[in-house]
């Protein structure tokens, strides 16, 4: 895990597995802030100087490839074409954190979970599949919300034949209700 106060000096490219970027309160609670896999990057506060705003922990065996400091910044001066494509990167973060900040400030949890399973599911042997293996704990800490609530609403949405958990895969079955 790389948190604040360390190696705050370098840009990590991930090559291979996820990580999560997390932010935690003193009593242990987390709130997932982004998922970054093979391709991605985090660090790029080492732009600035400062300390980190976020955790990172593996969620899988993962293999990155670590830029220093002074070789980022050599890297924009000496090129341009690095230098668009990080800001790009950049603005698409800003965006997807905006979005973060509106869905925590103006839906309730179940439309943040609703928005999340939407967004996560992809079409697999003509079912709709969150296919990334998660707890409602881990559910509970990439939309803001309480285990017990997210527990709750997939109860009431398999009740309902929305959705099924199999082999820690849920499944949506039709199209989730707007409201609770």
Excluded: C
Aim: charged content about 25%.
């Amino acid at each position: 895990m790389v948190s604040e106060g360390d190696a705050t000096d370098s840009l990590y490219v991930v090559l291979s597995g996820r990580v999560k970027a997390f932010v935690s309160d003193e009593s242990g609670k987390e709130i997932v802030v982004n998922t970054i896999g093979a391709g991605d990057f985090f660090g790029e506060l080492v732009l600035d100087g400062g300390a980190r705003a976020a955790s990172i922990m593996t969620l899988e065996a993962s293999r990155f490839f670590v830029i220093p400091q002074r070789d980022v910044e050599a890297l924009l001066a000496t090129n341009p074409e690095f230098a668009k494509h990080l800001m790009r990167k950049l603005i698409g973060k800003v965006r997807s954190l905006t979005a973060q900040v509106l869905a925590l400030a103006l839906k309730d949890v179940y439309g943040r979970l609703v928005k999340f399973l939407e967004d996560n599911a992809t079409e697999q042997g003509g079912r709709r599949i969150v296919a990334e293996r998660l707890t409602q704990s881990e559910i509970a800490a990439r939309i803001g919300g309480s285990r017990e609530m997210v527990s709750r609403i997939l109860g009431d949405l398999s009740a309902g034949g929305y959705v099924s958990v199999e082999a820690r895969q849920i499944v949506l079955h039709r199209k989730l209700p707007t409201h609770w």
